[in-house]
């Protein structure tokens, strides 16, 4: 098996790099001397270089897999527009009216009838 190294970007303050970057810590130290990991943290109100923003945003966590020689392979990190949907959706309720959510049908039949 091939070394691979992991840089994430990440912020102490980040309620979205909670879930992440605990897992992704744990793989790495069940499988030492293959995964290099590496951690930067990112103030609150710093900024991302170009090429990791998203939608011209300095998101965080924004994780980069390097191979050995320290070529770029993957960068993940946003969430999906289903990821927000289904927040939305936990937060405001299945008919949030913040447009991310999609619409109901037309012909389905209305909730208050539904008994």
Not at 67 to 72: A, H, M, V
Request: some cysteine.
């Amino acid at each position: 098996m091939r070394e691979i190294k992991i840089l994430i970007f990440s912020g102490i303050w980040c309620g979205d790099c909670v879930e992440p970057c605990p897992l992704i810590h744990a793989i790495a130290q069940a499988n030492p001397g293959k995964i290099d990991l590496r951690f930067v943290e990112r103030p609150r109100d710093g900024e991302l270089v170009p090429e990791l923003r998203v939608n011209g945003g300095s998101r965080v966590p924004a994780v980069l897999f390097l191979s050995e020689d320290n070529e770029w392979c993957a960068t993940a990190g946003d969430r999906t527009i289903h990821r927000y949907r289904a927040v939305a959706s936990a937060s405001f309720g299945p008919l949030c009216p913040t447009g991310i959510v999609a619409p109901e049908k037309e012909n389905s039949t209305p909730r208050s009838a539904i008994g």
